[in-house]
């Protein structure tokens, strides 16, 4: 198995920036990717980011590119979800997922983290 945990979620102005990470523990050796996708109350799901294990491929929502940047850190088996120019319709619950195509189930989600932005 594989456990994301996220944290970092917090009451942010609009504008500003935050830097929530997402732990991965567990069958590391496992993860294709490692991603983020955000739930505002009342909405679906939203893909926000994600990036491969290896190598540096990353992808963006549409609504988060040029603002967003996701990144890794494979020693600490961390990627972190730079948010820059926040607005209050980034606000939901942010949630990091990770795939991993050989072990089933293919995918772990972790508990979620609450971002609020104020306006």
């Known amino acids: 198995h594989v456990q994301p945990v996220e944290s970092g979620g917090a009451l942010v102005q609009a504008a500003g920036s935050l830097r929530p990470p997402c732990a991965a523990s567990g069958r590391t050796s496992s993860i294709l990717s490692l991603g983020w996708v955000r739930q505002a109350p009342g909405k679906e799901r939203e893909f926000v980011a994600s990036i491969m294990w290896s190598g540096s491929s990353t992808n963006y929502g549409d609504s988060v590119k040029g603002r967003f940047t996701i990144s890794r850190d494979n020693a600490k088996n961390t990627v972190y979800l730079q948010m820059n120019s926040l607005k209050p319709e980034d606000t939901a619950v942010y949630y990091c997922?990770?795939?991993?195509?050989?072990?089933?189930?293919?995918?772990?989600w972790g508990q979620g983290t609450q971002v609020t932005v104020s306006s």
């Open positions: 997922n990770a795939r991993t195509p050989l072990l089933i189930p293919s995918n772990y």
